[in-house]
């Protein structure tokens, strides 16, 4: 892995105000977080912790406030090239067939139309949609789905791949599934990815470093190494380590949800 950062962030603050009030919401407090080009870093926590908003902000899609933010060392002003994200509800184009949705965004670009076909050809196969091409969103399953939309980013070559929840709304079976292809996707690849979860094992499966996030302001409670080796395997789900490593990250976030819960009975008195 290289010493040289993707992104870095730095005392990073988000606070949304009212309009035409005075009263304001801090989402983001002091968010210092480095990841290192080809690492694979999740970021969990309760409900209302930023881990969306934080993702948003290292896209470009919306602005930060405190703090600072560099991409590839360049200060973030807006989305970019270098960035693509993946979202929960697929996101994909209903006119369009699984090929026309994985290469919309070259066309966008103005690439070459023999290009974008080598490129979605190879993507069809990559994500395991041979014979799918031409079929419609309506026509796949949800993983299915989310597959296009994985090939969709992976398309226009970021070299920072942004993930929310990409697996949440699927069945665990498929969801199992689909990480274990990621991750082949991601060894072929290296590309640098952050990736939201509400899943302690998912997080843990996944990630070389899990950053646990608390609330109030949103914030970084904890930053977990994964010293599991690679490639991972489902035999991986069965190590004790892994099994160790899940549990930890449930106690921390079950003893955040706990003490937030204790501080809003108290101040409700």
Known sequence: MSSSQAIDVRDLGKIYREEGSESEFRALGDISLSVADGEFVSLIG??????????????????????E???????????????????????????????????????????????????????VDMVSLGGFADRYPRQLSGGMQQRVGLARALAVDPAILLMDEPFGAL???TRNILQSDLLDIWEQSRKTVVFVTHAMDEAVFLSDRVVLMGT???HIQEIIDIDLPRPRTDATRADPRFVELSA????????????????VATAAR
């Open 171 to 173: 069945d665990a079976q």
């Open 46 to 67: 309760p409900s209302g912790c930023g881990k969306t908003t934080l993702l948003k902000i290292i896209d470009g899609l919306i602005p930060f406030d405190e703090g």
């Open 69 to 123: 933010l560099l991409v590839q060392g360049k200060p973030v002003r807006g989305p970019g090239h270098e960035r693509a994200v993946v979202f929960q509800n697929f996101a994909l184009l209903p006119w369009l067939s699984v090929r026309d949705n994985i290469g919309f965004g070259l066309k966008l670009r103005g690439v070459d139309s023999k290009q974008i076909a080598a490129t979605t050809d190879r993507l």
């Open 248 to 263: 930890y990250v449930w106690d921390v976030l079950r003893n955040m949800i706990g003490n937030r819960r204790r501080a």
């Open 216 to 218: 109030q302001p949103g």
